[in-house]
Antibody, heavy 120, light 108 residues
Framework: EVQLVESGGGLVQPGGSLRLSCAAS????????MHWVRQAPGKGLVWVSR????????NYADSVKGRFTTSRDSAKNTLYLQMNSLRAEDTAVYYC?????????????WGQGTLVTVFS | EIVLTQSPATLSVSPGARATLSCRAS??????LAWYQQKPGQAPSLLIY???TRATGVPARFSGSGSGTEFTLTISSLQSEDFAVYYC??????????FGGGTQVEIK
């Protein structure tokens, strides 16, 4: 069974940093693209980032480019999201998701999410 | 950036009735469109990808159709567990991957 378990969320002040982790199991982690998607309280889904299967290529939403970095450790089957220079508008539940479907650009498995709250 | 517009924002449907949800793209996305279901307090789950292919384990009452800029998700006979928010998502032109604003399906 595919499992994705996020951790690392919490309260942080504007300008601060957090690192989210997503532990993967039940599938060959190194074969899949992985994504981060976020959802502000009461709002819709927003794609944040994508990393390819070997970690050599990444893409980001414009709203986080230059502040967030996604990486992966295939030895630990873990995906990361390093978030720097956090802003109030980054407050959201952050989900990691496996790239599936035909193109690995659909999200066929999701974690339960971890809440990041940026407050002053 | 491709903008996806979902309508209606809220759909009130009686159990057992048919529900039709719409997703319109600001430019063609071919067949690179997916649908997700999200229940309160839960992560989304993939229903449909490639515009019309059901994901593993998705009941046959869910069907997707369309191509280009107009897409439809149909739930043929609503069950109690189907009352949720539904999102469409395109993967034809990226980054960014984009989602629609969602349609809430509620009990009438």
């Amino acid at each position: 069974e595919v499992q994705l378990v996020e951790s690392g969320g919490g309260l942080v002040q504007p300008g601060g940093s957090l690192r989210l982790s997503c532990a993967a199991s039940g599938f060959t982690f190194s074969s899949y693209w992985m994504h981060w998607v976020r959802q502000a309280p009461g709002k819709g889904l927003v794609w944040v980032s994508r990393i390819n299967s070997d970690g050599s290529s990444t893409n980001y939403a414009d709203s986080v480019k230059g502040r967030f970095t996604t990486s992966r450790d295939s030895a630990k089957n873990t995906l990361y999201l390093q978030m720097n220079s956090l802003r109030a508008e980054d407050t959201a539940v952050y989900y990691c998701a496996r790239g599936g479907g035909v193109t690995m650009l659909e999200f066929d498995s999701w974690g339960q999410g971890t809440l990041v709250t940026v407050f002053s | 950036e491709i903008v996806l517009t979902q309508s209606p924002a809220t759909l009130s449907v009686s159990p057992g009735a048919r529900a039709t949800l719409s997703c319109r793209a600001s430019q063609s996305v071919g067949s690179n469109l997916a649908w997700y279901q999200q229940k309160p307090g839960q992560a989304p789950s993939l229903l449909i990808y490639g515009a019309s292919t059901r994901a593993t384990g998705v009941p046959a009452r869910f069907s997707g159709s369309g191509s280009g800029t107009e897409f439809t998700l149909t739930i043929s006979s609503l069950q109690s567990e189907d009352f949720a928010v539904y999102y469409c998502q395109q993967s034809n032109v990226w980054p960014p991957l984009t989602f629609g604003g969602g349609t809430q399906v509620e009990i009438k």
